[in-house]
């Protein structure tokens, strides 16, 4: 049983492109959660997704963010016009959702760096 | 979510015990404490979690205070690998609000 995928581990930009973050959950997990860390810094919730739907987006940027979750295929985070202040690794994680759930897989992050 | 609290930093030994204190003094009854960890490089992994007792598991142990405003995570042979950060994170057990909060963490230091 696969863990939780990132793609591409490490991507590059320049400033004013657009970047696509991609994360396939666990198998059998329905629930996936984005969150960004800057250098030196702890980790900070962007945004919480169930299949086709929004849950939670309190910590998401208003502007150039986007987040889905297809019925089909992996989540995506879309990220337009980068600025260097993007640059930092985003970390996907899943879990079963509902109440008894208790521990949640995270992947190995996506590396972000604007140039 | 409630907050809690950690030190920065700790060192430890290697091959000795480690305890890793958190501090959640506005817990709430329904309020499950976990511990995740994320080692250099990598994404957080989940260490343990508990509600009232004690608990342990091939990883580590959670000591529960008898109030519930504090814990403390103990590794009990402490080795390289085990250098991270250790967050201390609340979550709700009632579901409804499924995200965990990351605070600052400790950062863990092993000294061969």
């Known amino acids: 049983n696969a863990g939780v995928m990132q793609n591409p581990r490490h991507l590059v930009r320049r400033r004013g492109q657009e970047a696509r973050l991609r994360c396939s959950p666990m198998?059998?997990?329905?629930?996936v959660y984005w969150y960004r860390q800057l250098p030196e810094e702890g980790l900070k919730f962007m945004v919480y997704?169930?299949?086709?739907?929004?849950?939670?987006e309190s910590g998401m940027p208003k502007e150039r963010f986007s987040a889905e979750f297809p019925k089909e295929g992996p989540s995506i985070l879309r990220i337009q016009q980068v600025v260097r202040g993007d640059s930092a690794a985003y970390f996907c994680?899943?879990?079963?959702?509902?109440?008894?759930?208790?521990?949640?897989?995270f992947g190995q992050g996506t590396r972000l760096t604007v140039v | 979510d409630a907050k809690t609290t950690q030190p920065n930093s700790m060192e430890s030994n290697e091959e000795e015990p480690v305890h890793l204190p958190c501090n959640h003094s506005?817990?709430?009854?329904?309020?499950?404490i976990h511990w995740y960890r994320q080692l250099p490089s990598q994404g957080p992994e989940y260490v343990i979690h508990?509600?009232?007792s004690n608990v342990n598991n091939r990883m580590a142990s959670l000591a529960i205070a008898e109030d519930r405003k504090s814990s403390t995570l103990i590794l009990h042979r402490a080795t390289l690998r085990d250098a991270a950060v250790y967050y201390c994170?609340?979550?709700?057990?009632?579901?409804?609000?499924?995200?965990?909060?990351f605070g600052t963490g400790t950062r863990l230091t092993i000294i061969p």
């Open positions: 997704l169930q299949k086709e739907n929004i849950i939670d």
């Open positions: 994170i609340l979550r709700d057990r009632r579901g409804g609000n499924e995200k965990l909060t």
């Open positions: 508990g509600l009232t």
């Open positions: 994680a899943s879990s079963p959702g509902g109440q008894a759930w208790v521990e949640a897989f």
């Open positions: 198998k059998g997990h329905s629930h």
């Open positions: 506005t817990i709430s009854g329904t309020d499950y």
